[in-house]
């Protein structure tokens, strides 16, 4: 997986695009304490609920988005952020056509 070019202005939201019916990733940044990942969404597409072992940080990046963090919902548009607990049930469900930057903090 290729990663973004360094010492760069990065047009986030433009390094990922929409795919029909489907959700996109693109891997921005990996190192020992963390990753960061580009997602594109499809309206009505969704990651179902799972964990993750480390704390998580959403940032909405362009149109809105349903996260569920231990069963409690959270309406999140472009500009909103919420950091998803480690080792908490979370899920992702796209409202409109939607891209998320996810970085990932390892402990």
């Not at 009505?44 to 072992?53: K, N, R």
Request: zero cysteines; a negative charge; glycine letters at 6%.
């Amino acid at each position: 997986m290729t990663t973004a070019p360094k010492s760069e202005i990065l047009n986030m939201a433009g390094l990922v695009e929409y795919n029909d019916g489907a959700v996109v990733s693109r891997q921005i940044t990996k190192a020992d304490g963390g990753n960061v990942t580009l997602f594109a969404f499809d309206k009505d597409q969704e990651l179902s609920e799972h964990t993750a072992p480390f704390d998580a940080l959403v940032h909405v990046l362009e149109g809105e988005t349903e996260i569920t963090i231990s069963r409690k919902p959270f309406h999140l548009k472009t500009g909103d952020a919420i950091i998803m607990p480690a080792n908490e049930p979370h899920a992702v469900k796209a409202l409109t056509r939607f891209k998320m930057l996810l970085t990932m903090i390892r402990k």
